[in-house]
């Protein structure tokens, strides 16, 4: 057998501790399948003394991470910090320098800086691995990057925060709206304190530009990510949707067409008996279309000790066997730049909710704005008069583009009958093109 | 830039044609991401004069592809000629023989001659890769072999055999009895002329023998596989399986408990609304549970030349990027031995479908018969007279043993009353335990 691999481990929380859990509880059965035993040298985090429930006493212990980087006995250093700059960013750069591969589950520093830090790892000889960075219970790095090489992939369509998944079946499933659910979902160790990187999809942005970047080869995008959160979507809109026969799921969309590359995060209505939409709670899942593979789907947990850590371990694993890849399956200087398409590029069909006075002539209003902006309607409800007296007009359109929905909308802005600003979502057919 | 890798490919039916495709198409891609270019130096097949689509002329050809696999200037040879002995597996021992890795789409190979092919390709210091020989279209192989390699993995579940899952998804659409929906899939290409391998279950059984060994670590056991295939599934066992609340498809099950190993491929009823319930026609899944990555489940395209091509190139690329693996993710002699668990002692419930003649006390004698095998009845069904002016009764059993099962049956034997023997389907909660 050959030498062990070194690791050191910065940052232990959940996710660290598990991985030490994970090495330690299958340590066997790992060197089996390396060939070489991965041991932990040296760990470092904030607090020496509290107990984390597993046993550090045989690790060096740094209080400061950039210095284990740079010192550490290691020929890998886990990155288990978090954020995009800053510490995170120094320790991975510092382990590259010295010549370590970085093993990391932090998607805001590759979404944001993996490709300097890849072309950094790719001078220094060594490897850069995230397979936790996104959806740790769904190898879908690895499956894209090694498993989908062989195709020209045209779209990665994922529910890539469990937080928000979670907030969203729960609001389905009881009626309530987003601000209570939200703050169940705190108390609950579902969602963070502060929430907005969660609900207002940047952490499903992050994603996103990671999986597109491998997916279809191209730079690095996520201040192209077209990004809208949860906050506006109500218990209401819960119930039109179910009655059209959705289900509301918040996805990251990319697809590469000739024009370009779109990239979009948003809540949208999908198909309640197609795919995605059985995926509850705090799964992930993700689907990618490869030219020659077809559809492939996959699905698993999105956070958590447990899959993420599992996720790390397999990144060390591949480097304690010798497998090692490029961050983004080609050298970073060989990937392609990206064009990105604009949102109001993209068409398709739309929900509508407007609030409105119910009195006589409305409804012919609205068909009117509607007719002249273009838009044919697949289907309009008329429901229910609220505390207020007033109705829900909900209108489904064919596919349209976002300009002729904006120029109807308006075209109703300043009508005195429609109280509300309209609640607009976009519908997406998953399984369609 | 490398040397590139140059490969000869043993069969030029569809895959071995879509293989070709692949590298063609995607030529400049693919030497990016590796480093180097996949070179097709030589092919065989047996039609030199075959006008197969694709231009060959640049490739030596062989009439015998073992002769190829011995002396053609190839790194790697692909073999795609099929069958668990004969050519094939001379092909790959004489690749192997003369130093050449094997990529190979032949599940029946693997699963039946797996471990010595794997044992000798480690003593030349090859490799034996084989993606495309369980569900194509998705990187099944590696997401288990390295996605998974920090979990011990306690489960995996499928639907691995395409040709079984149309047929299964067109009787239910249609109505329709076996051995007319058989007859239309042969006729539309999508059975074989002779379809014992699919219907009966072998080649999910090849599958699930190569994915057990895989996740657990244990040895090659396609003999120990309890099959059971299509053939006694009717037309009216989906109608009262849709009045359960069920959906018939062919699963492979394997599990490690402590007591050892069971693999099992059977029709089963399964939830209509759980995970599996919606794949359907050529479509594969797969379900795996690990300790710590929990349960992930993988879609897609289960054969046709795209898939298969696909995961062959996928396997090509990462030969080429020298990402080279484990033909089982541990040595072959590392392999523990395989205890199997017998079939008898699988507990779970049973649909049980008894055609009676209509006549008092038969109800009566049936409780009876399984109170006296202690087993306690969830659902039961009453219904219809056929045309001979018999009843059906369908029972779903609470979980019972096999053994338990059989004795109700035996009960009910010589029962003048019961006109036919009863047709029992197990009942598998894909999701639980």
């Known amino acids: ?37 991965i041991n932990i040298t040296a760990v470092s985090s904030r607090d020496k003394s509290k107990d984390r429930g597993v046993d550090l006493s045989g690790f060096a212990w740094f209080d400061d991470p950039v210095e284990m980087a740079k010192t550490a006995k290691a020929d890998v250093v886990v990155e288990l910090i978090g954020g995009s700059t800053g510490v995170a960013l120094d320790v991975t750069m510092a382990s590259i320098a ?10 805001a520093l590759v979404a944001e800086a993996g490709e300097n830090i890849a072309r ?16 740790g ?74 999986l597109a970047s491998l997916a279809f080869g191209t730079r690095l995008g996520f201040k192209q990510v077209h990004i809208e959160g949860l906050r506006d979507i109500t218990a209401l809109d819960f119930v039109y ?27 949208c209505l999908i198909d309640q008996e197609g795919p995605l939409a059985a995926v509850d709670g705090s799964f992930n899942a993700v689907i990618a ?32 066997a010798g497998r090692l890849s490029l961050a983004f399956g080609v050298p970073a200087a060989r990937l392609a730049d990206l064009k990105a398409i604009p949102i109001k590029d993209r068409a398709g069909p739309f929900y509508i909710r407007l609030t409105v006075i119910d009195q006589p002539g ?43 929905l904006r120029l109807a909308l308006k075209g109703l802005e300043d009508h005195t009958a429609v109280v509300e600003a309209p609640h607009v979502i976009r519908i997406e057919d998953v399984w369609g093109e």
Chains 1, 2 share one sequence.
């Open 137 to 210: 219970g769904i190898p879908i790095i690895k499956a894209i990057r090694e498993g989908l090489a062989g195709n020209r992939v045209s779209r990665v369509i994922g529910i890539l925060n469990g937080t928000c998944n979670y907030i969203l079946s729960t609001m389905e499933e009881t009626g309530r709206d987003f601000d209570s659910v939200l703050k169940d979902a705190q108390d609950l160790g579902f969602a963070e304190a502060d929430p907005s990187f969660d609900i207002d999809g940047v952490d499903a942005a992050h994603k996103l530009a990671i």
């Open 98 to 107: 010295a010549g370590r591969h970085v093993v990391t589950a932090n998607k």
């Open 289 to 320: 279309e490869g030219d020659f593979v077809g559809r492939s789907v996959y699905e698993g947990r999105g956070a958590g000790a447990g899959p993420t850590a599992s996720a790390v371990v397999a990144d060390l694993i591949d480097i304690a």
């Open 1 to 37: 057998m050959s030498n062990p691999l070194n690791i050191a481990i910065a940052g232990l929380g959940t996710v660290g501790v598990g991985t030490v859990q994970v090495l330690q509880k299958h340590a066997r059965e790992i060197a089996v399948r390396c060939g070489r035993e």
């Open 241 to 267: 949707a179910k009655e059209l026969g959705y289900r509301i799921k918040l996805l990251g969309l990319a697809g590469q067409t000739d024009a370009g590359v779109y990239q979009r995060v948003y809540p």
């Open 362 to 404: 409305v409804f012919a209003d609205i068909s009117s704005a509607f007719g002249h902006a273009n838009i044919s309607m697949e289907s309009i409800l008329q429901r229910d008069h609220d505390e207020a007296g007033n109705a829900h007009i909900v209108i489904v359109t064919h596919s349209i583009t976002e300009g002729a």
């Open 120 to 135: 950094a790892a790719e001078d220094a000889g060594v490897t850069l691995a995230y397979e936790a960075a996104v959806a």
